[in-house]
């Protein structure tokens, strides 16, 4: 069974561009999380999607944004971008349904670089 | 709101030696207990859970952990630790209120000497 398939898996762009981040979960997965992780803040939640929905967001601004399609497959999107946002962003898989302890699964991550 | 306390930043055992990373979580009820360990560049790989029943869970790679309510703890041990055990630990919790939505603590690196 394949894992959590993320790309790119590196990425660099400029200040006030903008950047789509994708995430393919395990075959059956319907929840899809993200992740980011800095040096300087560590592991913070950025939002989690069931069911093409947007089920749980964390404390980042409106510049990041996300959505799930139909197969389960996410994409998050990070507008205007700032030298703040160079971190691995990981996205995570589980089966979902609406209870928490679902086994999550990581990818290997995005690490984007902002200049 | 749910929080988690990794008092070690760094720990430093010799091969063989015994090991025993520390986790202290703040969260009002019973809370999902998770230990990841990530490998430089790598993304998170789950080690072990609770989610309830017994409080001593045993993981992958001979990792086990105890959960401690009175102590708000969930303690990762292993009797005996292996070079390639080298990497950073994460402790994080979760909750049926927060969805899949899991908190993290900001990590042990363990460095293991020969």
């Known amino acids: 069974k394949a894992g959590v398939t993320q790309t790119p898996r590196y990425l660099i762009k400029t200040r006030g561009q903008q950047v789509t981040l994708s995430c393919s979960p395990i075959?059956?997965?319907?929840?899809v999380s993200w992740y980011q992780q800095t040096p300087g803040q560590g592991l913070q939640f950025l939002f989690e999607y069931f069911s093409e929905t947007q089920r749980n967001k964390g404390n980042f601004p409106g510049r990041f944004s996300g959505r799930q399609f139909s197969n389960s497959r996410s994409e998050m999107n990070v507008s205007t971008l700032e030298l703040g946002d160079s971190a691995l962003y990981l996205c995570?898989?589980?089966?979902?349904?609406?209870?928490?302890?679902?086994?999550?699964?990581f990818g290997p991550g995005t690490r984007l670089t902002v200049l | 709101a749910q929080s988690v306390t990794q008092p070690d930043i760094h720990i430093t055992v010799s091969e063989g030696a015994s090991l025993e990373l520390r986790c202290n979580y703040s969260?009002?009820?019973?809370?999902?207990l998770f230990w990841y360990v990530q490998s430089p560049g790598q993304g998170l790989q789950l080690l072990l859970k609770?989610?309830?029943?017994?409080?001593l869970v045993q993981g992958i790679k001979g990792f086990e952990a105890e959960f401690k309510r009175s102590q708000s703890s969930f303690n990762l041990r292993k009797p005996s630790v292996h070079w390639s055990d080298a990497a950073e630990y994460f402790c994080?919790?979760?909750?049926?209120?927060?969805?899949?939505?899991?908190?993290f603590g900001a990590g042990t690196i363990l460095r293991v000497k020969s």
């Open positions: 994080a919790v979760g909750a049926l209120e927060y969805g899949n939505k899991l908190v």
């Open positions: 075959s059956g997965h319907r929840s």
């Open positions: 995570a898989s589980s089966r979902g349904g609406g209870k928490t302890g679902n086994e999550q699964f």
């Open positions: 969260y009002g009820a019973t809370p999902y």
């Open positions: 609770y989610f309830s029943g017994d409080t």
